[in-house]
């Protein structure tokens, strides 16, 4: 396939890797982005105030009953959720008590220190862990009026104190993967989809389509595959079609002469002679539809590979020369003059006899079949880099260029006015390229019109 393959695993590796960096990415810009800017609304400001007010008092309170400051701040810490330090006038820590996590420092600044005398109170917002926490300070007293600073920082825990929602960026990450992945899952099942449909439209017998898949990779290959297979079923299916009319027409004409044959038996009275030109014509019919059924039995056995066919090295020219003699009298009787071209050791090939001599015997009836009384017969063997080639050369009438692509199929005559009476059964051409393609070899034909058809094949040399 052209461009770039990325195989379905990785592209699965990658988007979930994508989904995963997505995420980051969101939540990154949700707290990089919104949390330093955000900015404390004023009635959460006067809340906290007044909350951090009431604490001081009932940390006085608690001081003045005689509880010792740390008493009073881990009640008060127990019952509010906000971790409380006590600071003296000279801003050193007198008691803390404090939430896991949270820091303070053992002193704090002057400026803190003269804000809370001079106005009441001091506000500071922090950003521990990325989230809004404010700091509030407001002054107590204690021991007999002297002072004190109490500092409050109250939790991120604080739903009310968070930035956003609590349930608000879990729920865009979320959605954002929901929708990351739905996009992914659509982008990387669109294909499948495809060849879903396709593979429906096959099962209800629409074969022949081809199958386009934008995708290089294993699924980009399956539908590659699936439209290949598709159209060699489609080929398939019409060629049986077109054996299946042959077939038919073929049975059917002989069959209609010999019942032509033996209705004039039965209706008309004749002679003896009469009789026995009748007679011979249905056992010449018969004998036809024999080699017929012979040829397509052989034919089928040869196309699932289920005839024996056992090679083993051989003298080709033995082969060769005991088929040509079988065709002797034929030969002699329509005067042909035979030309032999075969060397006399050719050596051996590796070949079955019986099949290679099918090969030869139907190639030579053919031959004869075409060439006219008086005519020129040429075989040969030629044996060149390891391969043995056998020719037959007839000055027939040859065959047109369009019509040589056709000649090894099944039931194809050049001539169609011939019957298989004048022009054999249209299967012996198939038969001998099935047989030579079992051995590892190949046909070819050359045709001129009207000047003649050289036929030849090749096998392998024995070693």
Not at 53 to 77: F, Y
Not at 109 to 123: H, N
Not at 291 to 310: M, R, S, Y
Request: aromatic content about 6%.
């Amino acid at each position: 396939m052209a461009g770039f393959r990325i195989g379905l695993f990785w592209k699965l590796c990658l988007s979930i890797l994508a989904s995963m960096a997505c995420s980051l990415v969101i939540i990154t810009v949700l707290y990089l982005g919104l949390t330093p800017h955000t900015p404390l609304r004023p009635h959460i400001k006067t809340a906290l105030l007044h909350e951090t007010q009431r604490i001081a008092r009932l940390i006085e309170e608690g001081l003045a009953a005689g509880d010792s400051p740390v008493a009073v701040l881990e009640r008060l810490h127990a019952d509010d959720s906000a971790s409380i330090t006590l600071y003296g006038a000279d801003g050193c820590v007198i008691a803390r008590s404090l939430d896991y996590g949270i820091t303070v420092p053992d002193c704090i600044p002057a400026e803190v220190i003269d804000t809370v005398a001079q106005q009441g109170w001091f506000l500071e917002v922090t950003y521990p862990r990325r989230v809004l926490s404010p700091v509030v300070f407001v002054p107590a007293r204690r021991d007999g009026g002297r002072h004190c600073i109490v500092r409050c920082d109250y939790p991120v825990t604080k739903r009310f104190l968070r930035i956003l929602p609590p349930w608000m960026i879990e729920g865009v990450v979320l959605l954002s993967l929901l929708i990351c992945v739905l996009l992914l899952s659509r982008y990387l099942t669109r294909p499948l989809r495809h060849l879903t449909r396709a593979a429906r439209e096959m099962g209800q017998g629409n074969f022949g389509r081809t199958i386009t898949v934008a995708s290089h990779d294993e699924v980009g290959e399956l539908a590659q595959a699936m439209s290949s297979m598709s159209q060699r079923i489609a080929n398939d299916y019409a060629a049986r079609r077109e054996l299946f009319a042959d077939i038919s027409h073929e049975l059917r004409s002989p069959l209609a002469r010999m019942l032509t044959d033996a209705e004039i038996l039965l209706e008309r009275p004749m002679g003896p002679a009469d009789q026995e030109q009748h007679l011979r014509a249905i056992c010449t019919e018969i004998e036809n539809l024999n080699q017929l059924i012979g040829d397509l039995t052989i034919l089928a056995k040869a196309e699932l590979d289920e005839f024996d066919v056992a090679p083993a090295p051989h003298p080709l020219q033995d082969v060769v020369l005991q088929s040509v003699a079988l065709f002797l009298p034929q030969i002699e009787e329509k005067r042909i003059r035979l030309l032999q071209t075969i060397p006399q050791d050719p050596g051996y090939v590796m070949l079955d006899p019986k099949r290679i001599g099918q090969v030869v015997s139907n190639l030579v009836a053919n031959a004869l079949r075409y060439t006219p009384e008086g005519g020129t017969l040429e075989i040969g063997i030629n044996v060149r880099n390891g391969v043995a080639e056998v020719w037959l050369r007839d000055n027939g009438p040859g065959i047109p260029e369009d019509k040589l692509p056709f000649i090894f199929e099944r039931f194809f005559r050049v001539d169609k006015s011939r019957s298989r009476t004048t022009g054999g059964s249209g299967l012996g051409l198939a038969i001998v390229k099935k047989f030579v393609e079992v051995h590892g070899g190949q046909v070819q034909v050359e045709s001129t019109p009207g000047k003649g058809t050289c036929v030849s094949f090749t096998l392998p040399r024995s070693l």
